[in-house]
């Protein structure tokens, strides 16, 4: 049976409230090492079992990327239920990569690093979600790959203030993620990231 508007709202607030607070605890965990990497990985934890509730049962993680065009497949769908708190979440992750504060979260801004760290996590290892869902599958190629590819222009241009290494560390990774499991759903995009990240190796930083 299908479930309930009210159902749904009450599952998206929930989901919201509990990643939230785990957001909230790790932000403002100032103490020793040993808590902060604990809270944080509470926090991945959190994120990935909402995205275990929001995305379909698909082809093993290990596995290469399948195909799938980049127009609407049938097998596409929208977002439902506890897809939504998911793509939800998302957006906000994207935000606060980009600078911007949560919109769903009720949380302070992260560190772009942690926010990299979750992303990469999210496009390695559920590729499912945008495969198979036209929400999330908009939203990487509206706003999370060029998102990602303007931070690596901006990584490589020696008029600007360089990233941390170990922010541009994650962002190469969550690049590779991207390209790995999600080239064919960016075909305009995905020569650009490349042309970008070789001209880098020629940049003199």
């Not at 590729?127 to 303007?150: C, E, G, R, Y």
């Amino acid at each position: 049976m299908p479930s309930s508007p009210s159902l749904c709202s009450h599952a998206q607030e929930g989901a919201g409230q509990v990643l939230s607070l785990c957001m909230r605890i790790y932000s403002h965990n100032k103490s020793s090492p040993t808590v902060i990497n604990t809270a944080a990985a509470t926090v991945r934890q959190a994120v990935a079992l909402l995205f275990d509730h929001a995305v379909p049962a698909g082809p093993a993680e290990g596995s290469n990327f399948s195909f799938v065009s980049s127009s609407t497949s049938s097998a596409e769908r929208v977002a439902t239920g506890p897809e939504i708190a998911a793509v939800f979440l998302l957006q906000d992750l994207v935000n606060m990569c980009a600078g911007s504060p949560p919109a769903w979260l009720k949380c302070p801004m992260f560190g772009r690093g942690f926010v990299l760290d979750l992303l990469e996590f999210v496009l390695l290892h559920r590729p499912v979600a945008f495969q198979t869902n036209s929400a999330f599958k908009a939203l990487l190629q509206n706003k999370l790959a060029p998102t990602l590819a303007d931070l690596c222009q901006a990584a490589l241009d020696p008029e600007v203030e360089p990233a941390s290494a170990g922010e541009a560390k994650l962002l190469l990774r969550c690049i590779g993620a991207l390209l790995r499991k999600h080239a064919c759903l960016l075909p305009n995009l995905t020569p650009a990231i490349i042309a970008i990240l070789l001209a880098g190796c020629n940049a003199n930083r």
